[in-house]
């Protein structure tokens, strides 16, 4: 049974300061993987998917890779500001329609 | 809209009574998924449509879990005599043919209180 897990848990750092997420999975075999945004109260944004056959996508100031063969992906946060302050979720597809996911990472950008 | 929608957004219900929550999802989309997601963890899968048919079920935690999709456009998700361990946010989403790699575009949520 796949699962995923995000470390840390939780991660409070100073405005300005590059950061990265961790997201591991126990099974290789995945369609692909997303990662998420989700602020209080609020539903999920799609930040970044790569495709199984991908190493890595970016957007912005933020750079997702995949090595599937590890099972690991991070998320990459260059230059961290205020407003990305928000819990951090992956999601990996192994199956035709269902995303398993991990527990978050809660993010505080300190100003 | 663009987007998925549901309602209501909040939800509190007494232990016992029945609720029934709405996805509209986003035109032309063939997939739709709820999903339930408790204080501080991820969401978990429920079911599954592609169009009217319900392909998967086996995230509804018990028997007193219902969706439908009857005409494969707008779903509701019925839950009869509410528990406390029901209450969570209850998401939704959309998305081209499910198979293959198609990403899933989620609603704002419901957040459903049983007291």
């Known amino acids: 049974k796949q699962e995923v897990t995000q470390i840390p848990a939780a991660l409070s750092v100073p405005e300005g300061e590059n950061l990265v997420l961790n997201c591991s999975f126990t099974?290789?075999?995945?369609?692909?993987l997303q990662w998420f945004r989700q602020d209080p109260g609020k539903g999920l944004t799609s930040l970044l998917l790569i495709q199984s056959s991908q190493r890595e996508q970016t957007s912005g100031r933020l750079n997702a890779s995949l090595d599937k063969s590890s099972g690991r992906s991070t998320l990459y946060i260059a230059a961290s500001q205020p407003g990305d302050s928000a819990t951090y979720l992956c999601a990996v597809r192994d199956s035709n329609y269902q995303l398993i996911w991990g527990a978050g990472t809660k993010l505080i950008i300190k100003p | 809209g663009a987007g998925v929608s549901q309602s209501p957004r909040y939800k509190v219900a007494k232990r016992g009574q029945d609720v029934a929550l709405r996805c509209d999802p986003i035109?032309?989309?063939?997939?739709l998924f709820w999903y339930q997601q408790a204080l501080g963890q991820g969401p978990e899968f429920l079911t599954y449509f592609q169009n009217e048919a319900q392909l998967d079920k086996s995230g509804l935690p018990s028997d007193r879990f219902f969706a439908e999709r009857p005409e494969g456009s707008v779903s509701t998700l019925k839950i009869q005599r509410t528990q406390q361990e029901d209450s969570a946010v209850y998401l939704c989403a959309s998305s081209l043919p499910g198979q293959g790699a198609y990403e899933q575009y989620f609603g704002p949520g419901t957040r459903l209180t049983v007291t």
């Open positions: 035109s032309g989309h063939v997939s």
């Open positions: 099974d290789s075999a995945i369609y692909n």
